[in-house]
Every structure is written in C-alpha cells, then in structure tokens.
C-alpha cells in the first residue's frame, strides 16, 4: 500500500482529466473555478460544476482541492467571497491561495487554506509565519532538496502546527511544467500582450525562440539553443524517495491545462513509484519503465530532478511544443456501448482505424479508456462508417474516439 502520510496531488482541468486522475491513484486532485486561478485562459470549471466535481471526489474518497492563486483586485472581492462560500457549502478539502485576499476570505467561513508557490516560501521563518493561515505549503520551486529537508526538521523541530491543529505539511512539484521566472512570478506576457501570467492568462511566448540583435551595429547573437527561455519538464520519477526522505508530505503534477491521457500516466507512474519506496522495490528498472510511460504524453522534453540537486535552471526545450513519443488522432465518436457484451460501437467521422491500432476513448465520465482494435468489425452495407470492438471499461455515447501513432517528429502538439 501507498505511504499514508504522502499525497499524490494531480491536476484537474476538465471532468474528463479529472476520472483520468482518479482512474490514475490520485490521493488528491486540484482545480480552478471561474476566472481566479493560474489556469483561468486554459482550464476551468464553471461554479456550477462545484457539487459534482465534490460528488466524485467523495465517491473515490479522494480529496479536492479548489485554485485561488492569481493576483486579486478589489472587484473580484465578491466573487472569492461567492467562490467560497459555495466551496464550503459542498465540502471542498481546502483552497490554495497566495494572495492574502483569498486566504483571509477562505479563513472567515472556516476552510483550510494551502499556501501556493507563488507566495515563493523558501526558508523556515517564512513557513513559521505563514502556519498561522495554512495547513500545507507548497515550497517555492527553486529549492534545493537540502534546503526542504532543513524546512521539514524545523517543523518537526518546532512543532510548527496549522490552524488544524497538526504539524505544517510541505508540498513541491514532482512533474510537470517549469517557468523561467521565480515560482512563476513572470511579467513577459502582460508586457508584450497585456495578458497577465499573474492572473492566469499566460500567453506563454517564453516559449517561443527569439533573435537578439544589437541595435546600434545590427549584429545578431549566435545561440546555441533558440529557446533559451523555455525550460525543459521537471520530472522526479527517479528521486521520488529523495523527496519523501526529506519529509515532503504532498507530491504535485503540474497540468491544469493538459489533456487527460497526460493526467492518467503521470499520475499512474508517480503513485506506482510512491507504492515501490514504501514496500522496497523502488528500482532503476522500473524507474526506467516509468520514464519511457512519461514520455508518451505532453513533455518539453525532462530535465530530471530539477532544482532539488542544486543545479541551476539551464536545461531548455530545443522545440516549440510537445516532445511526447505518441500523440493521438481523433478518428471518430462512440454511437452505442452494450455493456453485457463490453462491445462499443464507433462512428468513423475523421479517420480509419486498422486491426491492432491502439486506441484511446476519452469522455467526460470515462475518464481515460485504452484499447486495441482487435477482433474489430466493419459494418459494410450501411450509409455511416461504423465498428465494434471489444472495449475493457464502460464507455459511454459521444466519447470522442482517437488512434495513438508513434511519433517520429518534435512538432508542436497540443497539451
């Protein structure tokens, strides 16, 4: 079984990411409601969706956890206040928060606060004053591994409770995503757009590559990497025992605005490699066997283990978009499933299917659904393109239907 006191936090940002990361292990899932959240361009729920994303989480005795994390101005003040209200109403575990707006408005109706990154909490005497508000914190995500571990002992060491009444826990990212700013902290997008990345509309053209030329005699800087402001992925999958030694208590996949097959793997592979150090076969092999998995879905490609070993931010993405070794192709829609037989029947709309093609089927309550076209029939004769297949999992109508292809390119792919 998993270790108790550590959390496998996975993002949320559709119903359907969100089966994807309970069908995945998560402990703990995490997202946006409205426009007041660091994904609010990209992944949203609506308030109304608030008692069913809480409806499922109770169902699988998972926890969530509701994103308050951008800059707030005093006309959002009213929506934070309905924002909570409503999260309180329907049981939400806790709010995250980095403006002290949200979190003083989360505190008056009675729910748990977590401190987000971008408060960039790096040293105990922070953590000892912001433990009167929250009972998480998300460390600043440019800590080194030693630097959590003295945080963890000073906690313990001082006792250093939350307005629980138990001991602080430290949350860092595992996976996912990193910014070229501090914690996340960029101005680059409102400069050049008026998008601010501090209210969660990000544009994200550190991404992009650049030419840096002298003004005043036109020479060009030669750069060996065009985009030298786009980090590659943190991915941990190999020092995840290094982090839980260190005392951390919730581990973190970034990836609000990603696809579901992307919150399957990575939370699939990160709960396995929880489960393999707490019963002692955590293994290269399978730290391998977990990386190949990894790099199927959304990667800029992996700058492995991050800042946590003290290395300083130099290793970039040399591509726009995803280096992911599989992407997916929508070929069509489920028309009907027939669940005593676990035969689906797909409606080709945009695309053929071949015998052993590996499939996915992704909806809104399905979640993540793999398969192959084996024993497939075509139904000949009929106006529509239309096949059955065996499916292992309950599909429903109107799931959209993809075929997964090896990739063979870098070009860019969505999220």
């Not at 138990?166 to 998008?195: D, W």
Request: proline residues 3%.
């Amino acid at each position: 079984m998993k270790q108790k006191n550590v959390e496998v936090l996975a993002p949320a940002g559709s119903f359907e990411s969100l089966q994807a990361a309970i069908q995945g292990g998560a402990d703990a899932v995490y997202f946006g409601i409205e426009q007041l959240n660091m994904r609010s361009r990209s992944a949203n729920f609506k308030l109304k969706d608030l008692p069913e994303i809480m409806k499922r989480c109770r169902k699988h005795d998972i926890k969530g956890y509701l994103t308050l994390n951008t800059i707030m101005y005093d006309h959002d003040l009213p929506l934070i206040q309905e924002i909570c209200d409503a999260a309180l109403k329907n049981k939400v575990d806790a709010v995250i928060a980095s403006d002290i707006a949200a979190i003083q408005l989360a505190r008056g109706v009675g729910l748990s606060v977590h401190c987000s990154t971008q408060l960039n909490i790096s040293n105990i005497e922070a953590v000892r004053f912001f433990a009167q508000y929250a009972d998480v914190i998300v460390l600043a995500r440019e800590l080194t591994l030693q630097q959590i571990h003295f945080i963890c002992a000073g906690i313990e060491k001082e006792k250093i409770k939350g307005p629980a009444g138990k001991s602080v826990e430290i949350e860092v990212f595992c996976h996912g995503a990193l910014c070229v700013a501090i914690s996340g902290k960029c101005y680059m997008s409102l400069a050049t757009y008026n998008a601010s990345a501090n209210r969660g509309a990000c544009l994200q053209n550190c991404r992009r590559s650049y030419r840096v030329i002298d003004e005043e005699t036109g020479d060009e800087l030669v750069l060996d990497n065009n985009y030298v402001m786009s980090p590659k992925d943190l991915c941990t999958i190999g020092m995840i025992d290094k982090l839980i030694n260190a005392g951390v208590g919730v581990l973190k996949i970034e990836g609000r605005g990603k696809s579901a097959e992307y919150v399957l793997a990575t939370t699939k592979a990160y709960c396995e490699a929880v489960e393999s150090v707490d019963d002692g076969t955590y293994t290269p092999a399978k730290i391998e066997e977990w990386k190949t998995q990894l790099k199927t879905v959304f990667n800029r490609g992996f700058w492995e283990n991050g800042y946590y070993l003290g290395k300083s931010l130099g290793e970039w993405s040399n591509a726009y978009g995803s280096q992911a070794t599989q992407e997916k192709v929508i070929v069509g829609t489920v028309r009907n499933y027939y669940p005593q037989k676990k035969v689906a029947e797909i409606f080709l709309q945009a695309g053929n299917v071949k015998t052993e093609d590996m499939m996915l089927i992704i909806g809104p309550t399905t979640g993540v659904v793999k398969c192959q076209a084996t024993k497939m029939i075509v139904h000949k004769g009929i106006k529509d393109k239309v096949i059955t297949l065996p499916v292992p999992a309950k599909v429903r109508k109107n799931d959209q239907v993809y075929v997964v292809k090896e990739r063979h390119e870098t070009n860019p792919l969505p999220r």
